[in-house]
C-alpha cells in the first residue's frame, strides 16, 4: 500500500459532447468534482484497501471552463494522514481541447495544461481490517447459502 504523504493518483477521460449542458459546449463544474471522487476511491484504494467515503470539501475553485471534447486528467494527491481520514487535494487541468473551427475531428494538445478546477477535501476510511479475513467477508468454514 502507498499511504504516504505526496502520493498521488491521475486519472484522464475524454469529455463526451453528450455531457455538454450549456452554451459553447460548456459542461458543468459538478463533472470536474465527478472525476476528483474518482481519483479519491483509487488512492483509498492503493493508500488504505478500501474505496473509502467522501465526507467533503473544504473549498473548491472552478478556475476555467471544461469544454465538451476535451482530454482531462484529475489527479488526487494525499496530503495529510488521519487515523481514520484522509486529506486530499485535487486538480483538474485539460490536456486536450477540441479546436472545430478547423474541422469537426481537429483538436489541440494543451501544452502545458489548462488548471480548470482545484478542490482541498476529506475522506474517511474504516478502521483496518485483519488482513486474514477474506476479501468477501466470508470466513472458510462458514456456509455460503447461509444454511
Known amino acids: 500500500m502507498s499511504r504516504v504523504v505526496g502520493f498521488s ?3 484522464r477521460r475524454y469529455v463526451p459532447h453528450g455531457h455538454a449542458h450549456y452554451g459553447g459546449a460548456l459542461v458543468d463544474g459538478a463533472y470536474g468534482l465527478g472525476l476528483f471522487g474518482d481519483a479519491a476511491t483509487e488512492l483509498c484504494v492503493r493508500a488504505d484497501g ?8 473544504s473549498h473548491v475553485e472552478f478556475l476555467a ?6 482530454v482531462i486528467e484529475a489527479t488526487a494527491t494525499l496530503v495529510r494522514i488521519g487515523s481514520r481520514s484522509r486529506g486530499l487535494e485535487f486538480e483538474a487541468r485539460v490536456v486536450c481541447r477540441a479546436a472545430p473551427r478547423r474541422g469537426p475531428s481537429a483538436a489541440d494538445v494543451i501544452d502545458p495544461p489548462l488548471v480548470v478546477t482545484r478542490a482541498a477535501g476529506t475522506v474517511v476510511v474504516p478502521t483496518a ?19
Open 50 to 57: 478500501d474505496e473509502g467515503l467522501f465526507a467533503g470539501y
Open 65 to 70: 471552463p471544461i469544454q465538451a471534447g476535451d
Open 129 to 147: 481490517a485483519d488482513p486474514s479475513e477474506p476479501v468477501d467477508g466470508n470466513h472458510s468454514d462458514q456456509p455460503r447459502d447461509g444454511g
Open 9 to 11: 493518483v491521475t486519472h
